[in-house]
């Protein structure tokens, strides 16, 4: 059986990678996903100037999941294409994601200037749903600063450029969003970014687990599969087939990567459980996925994807 996957003709062996924020904030970690079963890596969101983000303890690991309210730590975009560029060099037939976030629209441009500029043929992860920087709603809630972004950027950008969404909750949502990003030449939606504004508490305690936001944070993990699938299969429904799905959240076993190609994801990313294992969880979960689809008779991701099947 063959986990191969294509996002936009970039043939990548695998259909498992990391997810932006994880495993991805500087050389070491983003080498140690190029050395693990990954099928590629996406940087942590670059921002123009480097981050120190919020104060800690800004993640937190739970039974279930996770909370983080990390507050966009990064190097800068600049480190994170100078790393690419090096990486590319050693590995030419490999396809790298950067993710890039600006906190407006000129900054965005200025972005995607700054990756066209450096050379890089890879792909750009433009993130709009972060939901940790104080005072900055998130960009994905706001539908007419979306359509404004993306207008924006493909009047210049002639890359490839996916954009990561948060999780919406409502189906005239999906109709709204879907209707506006079928506008743009997207290579992929990945859906979905973590829940924003959880709250879990240390009932010993009495007391929040991280300190940014009086300990607002995130959700990822368990807690949000079952969003993060429905996201991925009402944007397969709705899109272009054209614009691909990149599926993300609650992925910790080869049957969570299985349901989210069932629901229409060609690729697939991974954080808290990356977070919680370490890239070893690469090699785990295309093992699984290897005897799922064995189990099925399935020789291809072609062979389910999107398949899912509905109560007649
Ligand atoms: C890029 C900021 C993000 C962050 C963060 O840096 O706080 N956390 C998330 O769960 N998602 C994000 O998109």
């Given at each position: 059986v063959s986990t191969a996957t294509s996002i936009a003709q970039k043939k990548?062996?695998?259909c498992i990678m990391n997810a932006s924020?994880?495993?991805?904030?500087?050389e070491k970690e983003l080498l140690e996903v190029d050395k693990s079963k990954a099928a590629s890596f996406v940087t942590k969101s670059g921002t123009l100037q480097a981050r120190k983000g919020n104060p800690k303890p800004r993640y937190f690991e739970t039974n279930f999941g996770s909370i983080n309210s990390m507050g966009l730590p990064n190097q800068g975009l600049e480190y994170y294409l100078d790393f690419v560029q090096k990486i590319q060099q050693q590995n030419p037939n490999k396809t790298y994601f950067v993710s890039c976030t600006g906190f407006n629209v000129q900054e965005d441009v200025l972005l995607l200037e700054k990756v066209e500029n450096s050379g890089f043929k890879g792909i750009v992860e433009l993130n709009l749903s972060c939901p940790n920087v104080p005072g900055k709603p998130q960009t994905g809630y706001d539908f007419e600063t979306v359509d404004m972004i993306l207008k924006t950027v493909f009047e210049n950008y002639e890359g490839l450029l996916g954009v990561k969404l948060p999780p919406y909750f409502d189906i005239v949502h999906f109709d709204q969003m879907a209707k506006i990003l079928n506008k743009y030449p997207l290579t992929y939606v990945n859906s979905v970014n973590s829940i924003g504004n959880g709250l879990y508490i240390d009932d010993a305690q009495e007391?929040?687990?991280?300190?940014?936001?009086?300990?607002f944070g995130g959700i990822g993990g368990d807690y949000i599969k079952p969003t993060a699938l429905a996201n991925v299969h009402a944007f397969y429904q709705r899109l272009d087939p054209k614009i691909q799905i990149i599926g993300t959240g609650g992925i910790k076993t080869g049957r969570d990567v299985f349901e989210h190609i069932l629901c229409g994801a060609s690729m697939v990313q991974v954080g808290t459980a990356l977070m919680k294992e370490g890239p070893g969880v690469f090699e785990r979960l295309t093992h699984e996925l290897e005897m799922i689809m064995q189990s099925k008779g399935y020789e291809k991701l072609d062979d389910f994807k999107g398949k899912l099947k509905y109560i007649e």
């Open positions: 990548f062996d695998n924020g994880v495993w991805c904030y500087d007391k929040v687990v991280i300190k940014p936001k009086n300990g």
